[in-house]
């Protein structure tokens, strides 16, 4: 995984390249830590991110919600487009599990009420 760092005049500009992944996860959030501590503007370039697991989906998330993300690699967005679908199917999962046993636990006679 390459990290290169790019002054710039509007923000200190991170640009990752190669693996997003977990042998790299820990060296990556330390930069990323880093340069937000010592720059008032910060913007992070995934566009030549060319494989990801779930730790470097785990750092996008957080990228995410830093609003730090400036460009993304067709990898990056399959990915994240992957996993946000598993997160809706389960939570939808979920949904049906409550609402069948919030069902099951109604007396008989509102069960049947037209």
Do not use: W
């Not at 500009?13 to 693996?19: H, I, S, T, V, Y």
């Not at 957080?62 to 994240?80: D, F, K, P, Y």
């Amino acid at each position: 995984m390459e990290s290169l760092p790019l002054e710039r005049e509007t923000a200190f500009q991170l640009k990752f390249a190669g693996k997003l992944t977990r042998e790299f996860y820990r060296e990556l959030e330390d930069r990323v830590i880093d340069a937000m501590r010592r720059y008032k503007k910060l913007e992070v370039d995934l566009s030549e991110v060319i494989e990801i697991d779930l730790c470097g989906l785990h750092l996008v998330g957080l990228l995410v919600s830093a609003g730090v993300i400036v460009a993304t690699s067709a990898v990056v967005e399959q990915a994240s487009k992957n996993l946000l679908g598993t997160l809706n199917a389960a939570a939808l999962g979920r949904a049906k599990r409550s609402e069948r046993a919030a069902m099951s636990s109604l007396p008989e006679s509102e069960l049947h009420t037209n």
